[in-house]
């Protein structure tokens, strides 16, 4: 079943709960995905769908962020709707994790000592690894930690 259906189908089930708030964040993250097909021509794969699902969840966030404090409705509304975008987007790997991984590409490059010349290598050999699994600013930060 594609994340299309599955959406679909929780929509609904919010129309009948009444949950409005649950029903347009569906709508919207829905409305996303079928515009992302009608643009491909074909459906999505399971990377393409976990890509946009993880591109709403940014621009919501990125929303909150940039929204004055003293707009609390819309502040809100961006937190009900990220909780619903949330439900449906894959799992992200943990801090541990996202080491695992800087590590298993240092070894690879075999680079024991990093500094910031070898930040453009490794960055570029890790993102295809953890991307759509893992926060880029997460991933920046703790390679930016390693380095020397």
Same mark, same amino acid.
């Given at each position: 079943?594609?994340?299309? $259906?599955? *959406?679909?189908?929780?929509?609904?089930?919010?129309?009948?709960?009444?949950?409005?708030?649950?029903?347009?964040?569906?709508?919207?993250?829905?409305?996303?995905?079928?515009?992302? /097909?009608?643009?491909?021509?074909?459906?999505?794969?399971?990377?393409?769908?976990?890509? *946009? *699902?993880?591109?709403?969840?940014?621009?919501?966030?990125?929303?909150? $962020?940039?929204?004055?404090? $003293?707009?609390?409705?819309?502040?809100?509304?961006?937190?009900?709707?990220?909780?619903?975008?949330?439900?449906?987007?894959?799992?992200?790997?943990?801090?541990? /994790?996202?080491?695992?991984? *800087?590590?298993?590409?240092?070894?690879?490059?075999?680079?024991?000592?990093?500094?910031?010349?070898?930040?453009?290598?490794?960055?570029?050999?890790?993102?295809?690894?953890?991307?759509?699994?893992?926060?880029?600013?997460?991933?920046?930060?703790?390679?930016?930690?390693?380095? /020397?």
């Amino acid at each position: 079943m594609s994340m299309i $259906d599955v *959406i679909r189908k929780e929509m609904m089930t919010a129309m009948k709960n009444k949950e409005k708030e649950r029903k347009e964040s569906l709508s919207m993250l829905l409305n996303a995905l079928k515009n992302a /097909q009608i643009d491909k021509r074909e459906d999505l794969t399971e990377a393409e769908e976990n890509s *946009i *699902i993880a591109k709403e969840i940014k621009q919501t966030k990125e929303t909150i $962020d940039s929204c004055p404090q $003293d707009r609390t409705d819309i502040i809100e509304e961006c937190k009900a709707r990220l909780a619903v975008l949330e439900e449906f987007a894959p799992e992200q790997m943990g801090e541990a /994790q996202i080491a695992e991984q *800087i590590q298993a590409v240092l070894d690879e490059l075999g680079i024991s000592e990093p500094t910031m010349k070898d930040k453009g290598m490794i960055m570029k050999n890790l993102m295809p690894r953890v991307k759509g699994k893992a926060d880029g600013k997460l991933v920046n930060e703790l390679v930016g930690a390693r380095l /020397q």
